[in-house]
């Protein structure tokens, strides 16, 4: 026999075949799908990364006082960031518009004037009320011994100052006063979980959201409602409690404006080292809020609390998209992300071994679609690697087992 096949190269050969086969995790044992070496190799194309490449650049932020500040102060987006603090204070003057109906009335001092010559005895006063007229789309109307005037994009006492300007060498000391018998321009359109999709037109004083949504009747106004203003070609969603805790999200409508009212059940995911997740196999990974506001300790609550001897106390992490505004009020470089970027992936981390951060994490607001991951310990990596020795050394030992039987039953036959 040569020393090639001798029984302790043989042996030598069968330990290290049964050692990758383990260590490796190949396609040597049965499994219930495709390994995923072999999905890899297999594709003809391929777009992914390598391991040790991020897919997405993200910011990491440590919960903190400073942190807590910026978070509290804004929800997932804000009508008074977003559109305005100035125009929060002082309703907006409602312009005429493109296709508005007008109502013109010209007052002069005496009878016998451009509009009130004739019998005074016959007319009710020295005043003539001009037709109706619509706003056409240059944006003009026709006044008699004026002309065109344009109307559009500019307030009623505007336009009644230029007409009686106007007037001023022809008639009797004129006053012109306008009326809007109808201002389509100054609608504004509700569409989702309101009393059905419809346009309201706005008070001629102003109208707050808050008013517009009592007067029209939204449905479920409650913890599951959000609301997104969309006006000038922007946007922005606020939570409907946030309407109702801050007041200076309670902006006034412009005409044009368009709200849509959606009812969103707000869920979160847990995964990592946790109670709940555990127990379940990783099934009941997401959680709902059931109530307006949830801290991150009470949805780390939800999902049992960290599991002892496994979780690494001092990586909790929570995953949103967090809004840019936010993360320049924490102080935080966002020179690498793109401009347009406005709502950028963060991972907010709470060191559960500092005794302050539970007051921190108390007062840290959760959002829909958080995702809370709860890293492994070190520990827990050893104990893998012991686990993977353990099972080679007793494959290996059971191979040299069976060798030694096979080899003995050998040369009981030749016997």
């Known amino acids: ?4 096949s001798s029984p302790t190269a043989i042996l030598a050969t069968m330990l290290v075949a049964a050692s990758a086969a383990v260590l490796t995790g190949c396609s040597y044992f049965p499994n219930s799908g495709p390994n995923h070496l072999v999905i890899e190799h297999s594709a003809k194309e391929s777009s992914s990364v390598e391991h040790r490449h991020i897919a997405v650049d993200y910011v990491l932020v440590d919960i903190g006082r400073k942190v807590l500040s910026a978070v509290r102060n804004i929800g997932p987006e804000s009508f008074s960031e977003s559109f305005g603090q100035s125009r929060t204070r002082i309703a907006p003057i409602i312009k005429i518009g493109i296709g508005d109906t007008i109502q013109i009335t010209i007052f002069e001092s005496a009878p016998g004037g451009l509009f009130t010559s004739g019998d005074i005895a016959n007319r009710p ?41 106007a007037l001023k060498q022809r008639a009797i000391e004129p006053q012109v006063i306008i009326t809007l018998p109808d201002q389509t321009s100054a609608d504004v359109s509700i569409f989702g979980d309101a009393t059905g999709n419809l346009r309201s037109r706005l008070r001629p004083g102003g109208e707050r959201i808050l008013e517009l949504i009592a007067r029209t009747g ?26 109702i805790a801050k007041p200076e999200e309670n902006i006034f ?48 609550a ?114």
């Open 302 to 415: 939800r999902a049992g609390g960290l599991i002892d001897q496994r979780a690494s106390a001092s990586h909790v992490f929570l995953y949103r998209e967090e809004s840019r505004d936010v993360l320049q009020r924490i102080g935080i470089d966002l020179r690498k992300f793109p401009e347009t970027l406005h709502r950028i992936p963060t991972i907010y981390r709470a060191n559960f071994l500092d005794p302050s951060v539970f007051f921190a994490i108390a007062q840290f607001p959760m959002r829909n679609n958080d995702i809370i991951y709860i890293a492994n310990s070190q520990s827990v990596q050893l104990e893998k690697f012991l686990n993977h020795a353990q099972l080679v050394t007793t494959t290996a030992s059971t191979v040299a087992t069976d060798f030694l039987a096979v080899r003995d039953s050998f040369r009981a036959l030749g016997n």
């Open 218 to 243: 939204l449905r479920a106004a409650g913890h599951e409602t959000f609301l997104t203003l969309n006006r000038n070609g922007k946007q922005a969603t606020v939570h409907f409690p946030n309407l």
């Open 1 to 4: 026999m040569s020393r090639a």
């Open 125 to 165: 006063g020295s005043f003539v009320t001009l037709p109706a007229q619509t706003v056409d789309s240059r944006g003009m109307i026709t006044v008699p011994y004026v002309g065109q005037v344009r109307a559009a994009g500019r307030s009623v006492v505007d336009v009644q100052q230029g007409i009686e300007s």
């Open 253 to 300: 409508l412009q005409p044009g404006d368009v709200i849509i009212a959606n009812r969103v059940q707000q869920r979160f995911s847990v995964f990592g080292a946790a109670q709940n997740v555990a127990q379940t196999f990783g099934v009941n990974t997401q959680f709902s809020f059931d109530t307006p506001t949830l801290s991150l300790s009470e949805g780390v």
